[in-house]
């Protein structure tokens, strides 16, 4: 089994420089910027297949291919990493920004060269430290190698690389809102059309890619598009870097063939359940996705086979709900996230969530009444796709949906013995 | 098309091993002092207009006074030729950016799905107990500011929370009274 992308990676250590050139790195970027044309580039990366692994699992080649190219493009152009990880129970992009900094310098680098971009950014959340020194660092060593500044490599391209740490606030992750934090103002989504392609940071064209998915590019630039397809056990291409959180016996996160199915990632991996509990709801990608269970084991974590399933890949880093947690609680706690997070820019997701946050909280609490139940399945349709700018409301009301056809019955035991009855 | 300059590695790597050790105090409504209006400046001069740095000069002003007043509003907006409704709109907006005053450590305790899971709710009531604060308080003497912190990205070590700059996971209850020692001194 090939693990591209974390082999290299040990735990506690980062590749410096000269350890990440011993393992074949900037090879990529040798290759790209000297033998093939930006076009190139980006047709390889279409050709493989590669999907957004953010969270959205938009074809990476098909977002850049928007990216005006022509003489009369504006500049500078921007590349941006979407390093700002924050969606609750996922910790994959963590792995690869302090094991291998490098890796993702390579792939950004490919990245900017394929839409020909001039200016790049690191967008890493604040409580990432660790990451910070290390990238901040890693980036000094590409400059001070001439895989960064000025006549990259003697071709006479130029790109800078600066690293922006955040301040917090879980929607800087919304590629829009992101470009509105690094332009300095507060972090809306903004209304698309106009796309970043078009219009992105500062109005010029920008592309904003994923810590996971820019990692895959050097590997995809080396041993090709077909190579990188025949990665994975499933239609989609390449690997994935799998995570499970919750009370499992060995929490983690591995890189495995995209389409590993949730029971083997849970099971084998994670060790199964700790003793005494039993699964009783999966959050596959993160906390915006729609609860799976136990039936659901044995479908491949791929962008085709999860949505088929009724839910989305997401991060394909798992939560897994035991049978001893409160599935009310536990939705509870992810509409005080999503309320919480609510930038306040469009009215149902600002005025919606706080509402469904506190429906819940009285049946957790006891206070709830049949009605509610109507009233949480109205907010799914009327917070769903469609309704907002940005995908954080329609992503709060996944799990919500799902909750209530999975785990019905424990929203009715609530209502019907006015307490929890996992803690009363 | 805007300049962007680099600045040197060794430079660059001082900058951050500064930000990480700073505790040089400057007064919560000082003007701004010549060392955040060089560091400022220097913000400045990577964005295509002055306003664009205004976060950063923001993250500026509290490195040195520890959290952003009202004066230093102010000062930030007339410095960066903006309005100071418009800085407090974008102070405010970040939950990093402290409006009010903080202590010398701020706790930032993960209240997301994985910890919750995994008892965060524990280690907070012995938080409560030890430090007799709730979220979003800060206690007596003036050491810790306790807050709660979306995911902090290590859920296969939960329950984790944040002290400054330093990570811990896997947090125990029985755990804390040292840990929090170490900040006490």
Redesign the interface.
């Given at each position: 089994m090939e693990q591209p992308l974390t082999k290299h990676i040990v735990p506690g250590k980062s590749l410096s420089l000269k350890e990440y050139e011993q393992t074949g790195g900037y090879a990529a970027v040798r290759k790209a910027v000297k033998n093939a044309s930006p076009q190139d580039v980006q047709q390889i990366v279409k050709d493989s297949g590669l999907k957004g692994r953010g969270g959205a699992g938009f074809s990476t080649g098909m977002k850049w291919s928007f990216v005006p190219m022509d003489d009369s493009a504006r500049?500078?152009k921007y590349l941006i990493c979407n390093a700002d990880?924050?969606?609750?129970?996922?910790?994959k992009?963590?792995l690869l920004l302090e094991g291998n900094p490098h890796q993702l310098i390579e792939g950004m680098i490919l990245a900017a060269y394929a839409i020909k971009a001039?200016?790049s950014y690191v967008f890493l959340?604040?409580?990432?430290?660790?990451a910070?020194?290390l990238m901040?660092?890693s980036i000094?060593?590409a400059?001070?190698a001439g895989y960064l500044?000025k006549n990259i490599l003697g071709t006479g391209w130029n790109l800078?690389m600066?690293l922006h740490t955040?301040?917090?606030?879980?929607i800087c992750g919304e590629e829009t809102a992101l470009l509105n934090?690094l332009?300095?103002?507060?972090?809306t989504p903004r209304s698309k059309p106009p796309f970043p392609q078009v219009s992105g940071l500062?109005g010029k064209p920008t592309i904003v890619n994923n810590v996971e998915t820019l990692c895959c590019l050097p590997h995809i630039i080396n041993n090709g598009a077909v190579w990188f397809k025949g990665l994975s056990v499933s239609e989609d291409s390449g690997t994935k870097l799998y995570?499970?959180?919750?009370?499992v016996k060995r929490?983690?996160?591995w890189e495995l063939p995209l389409g590993t199915t949730m029971r083997e990632i849970i099971e084998d991996h994670a060790g199964g359940m700790v003793d005494g509990y039993k699964l009783k709801g999966v959050?596959p990608g993160g906390?915006s996705t729609d609860f799976l269970t136990e039936e659901h084991l044995d479908i491949k974590m791929d962008y085709i086979s999860v949505a088929a399933a009724g839910s989305r890949l997401g991060t394909g880093?798992m939560?897994?709900?035991?049978d001893a947690?409160c599935p009310v609680?536990?939705v509870h706690?992810?509409q005080?996230?999503f309320a919480?997070?609510s930038?306040g820019w469009c009215t149902p997701c600002r005025e919606g969530l706080p509402w469904v946050e506190r429906i819940l909280l009285g049946l957790e609490k006891g206070s709830g009444s049949n009605e509610d139940i109507d009233l949480l399945l109205m907010h799914t349709q009327y917070l769903g796709p469609g309704n907002t700018y940005c995908a954080l409301a329609p992503g709060a009301m996944e799990p919500l949906q799902s909750a209530l056809k999975y785990f019905k019955e424990d929203f009715i035991k609530h209502i019907e013995k006015h307490e929890c009855p996992y803690t009363g | 098309m805007h300049e962007t300059k680099y600045i040197t590695g060794k430079k660059q790597a001082d900058h951050l091993k500064e930000m990480d050790i700073i505790r040089e105090h400057i007064a919560h409504n000082a003007p701004l002092s010549e060392k955040e209006k060089h560091e400022i400046d220097h913000e400045v001069s990577l964005v295509p207009f002055k306003k664009a740095a205004v976060i950063e000069a923001l993250k500026i002003v509290q490195k040195y006074r520890r959290w952003v007043s009202d004066e230093s509003v102010e000062a930030v907006a007339q410095y960066l030729e903006m309005s100071a409704a418009e800085v407090d709109s974008v102070a405010t907006f970040y939950n990093l950016i402290y409006r009010k005053p903080v202590g010398k450590h701020v706790i930032l305790l993960c209240d997301s799905i994985s910890c919750y899971v995994m008892g965060y709710g524990k280690i907070y009531q012995a938080l409560q107990k030890q430090l007799n604060v709730q979220f979003g308080q800060t206690t007596k003497d003036n050491v810790f500011t306790l807050l709660p912190n979306v995911c902090l990205g290590c859920c296969d070590h939960a329950p984790a929370m944040m002290i400054d700059e330093d990570l811990y996971e896997d947090v125990k209850e029985d755990q804390l009274l040292e840990i929090l020692k170490k900040y006490s001194q």
């Open positions: 500049h500078p990880e924050m969606e609750p129970g996922t910790f992009d963590r001039d200016i959340r604040w409580a990432y430290r660790k910070a020194t901040q660092k000094e060593e400059y001070a500044g800078e600066h955040g301040v917090g606030r879980y934090a332009e300095g103002k507060r972090a500062y995570g499970v959180s919750g009370k929490p983690g996160v959050l906390a880093t939560i897994v709900m035991d947690t609680g536990f706690n992810l005080h996230f919480q997070e930038c | -």
